[in-house]
């Protein structure tokens, strides 16, 4: 249909371009039919599946090594330039990824060590905690400018997902539905739970409904059929295994 075909139509699209703010702008002038929130779901998402794809490439550890002596050398000759930025698009590597790769370099040059996990990430959601000015400021660089990857991102998404979720109570209060939310199954001793779980069930286009589970992002064919691997298949074992049974057999999801 022609949805479809226009979705295809901008993944072809995005695949030339990298994960920066500016790219956002050229997607709106593009499409500017489309909210600027699907554009940008759309391309993070075509965006991880490419940096998947060669993660493996960018984490050998002669290419690391190349990277980290690139960056280096840059450095003594133009301190000011987006370095990290520059390299980030250079090998077509996300920016916060890259600046994740050369900040763990820096440590183990500077501690002889392995860095810890913690200390990483603080670093990097902190970068005035790097002890190096120069390399603190060009990993901020790569923070602010990448919008797929990096602590502002996830904290972003982190904020539009208890968003979306608080929409999601509110439309079901305002419906009268009786239900319990995340927090209140952990509190009785739940370990792994959809978002909602309705106290009552309710049919919806023919179908028993008995939970609800809210993603705040683009339902390509890939993000379905991985949610329904790693989370949904075991919601509805739980709450109904003979639902679950049909849903297989039919692929409805």
């Known amino acids: 249909n022609n949805t479809l075909a226009e979705y295809r139509v901008i993944g072809r699209f995005v695949e030339q371009l990298r994960p920066t703010r500016q790219c956002m702008k050229t997607l709106q002038t593009q499409f500017p039919h489309l909210p600027p929130s699907t554009l940008l779901s759309i391309f993070s998402q075509e965006y991880q599946k490419r940096m998947k794809r060669s993660m493996a490439r960018h984490h050998a550890p002669d290419v690391i090594k190349e990277y980290y002596q690139r960056y280096r ?37 500077r501690q002889a060590s392995v860095a810890s996990r913690h200390v990483l990430n603080n670093m990097l959601r902190e970068p005035y905690l790097i002890p190096d000015l120069l390399l603190a400021k ?30 999601l109570r509110d439309k079901l ?3 009268h539905l009786s239900f319990l939310d995340e927090n209140q199954l952990r509190a009785k001793g739940y370990d792994k ?55 297989k057999q039919t692929s409805v999801y």
């Open 73 to 109: 050398s840059e450095a003594k000759t133009r301190p000011a330039a987006p370095l990290l930025l520059e390299l980030a698009n250079q090998v077509d590597l996300s920016p916060a990824l890259l600046a994740r790769l050369i900040v763990e370099c820096f440590l183990e040059e």
């Open 138 to 167: 060009h990993v901020e660089q790569c923070t602010v400018n990448d919008c797929c990857y990096g602590p502002l991102v996830d904290c972003i998404k982190h904020a539009i997902g208890l968003e979306h979720e608080d929409l």
């Open 173 to 175: 209060r305002e419906t």
């Open 193 to 247: 739970t959809p978002d909602i779980i309705l106290e009552v069930p309710i049919a919806v286009d023919g179908h028993i409904v008995h939970w609800i589970e809210s993603k705040a992002s683009f339902g390509d064919d890939h993000s379905h059929h991985t949610y329904l691997n790693e989370q949904f298949w075991s919601y509805c074992n739980r709450s109904d295994p003979t639902q679950t049974k049909r849903l």
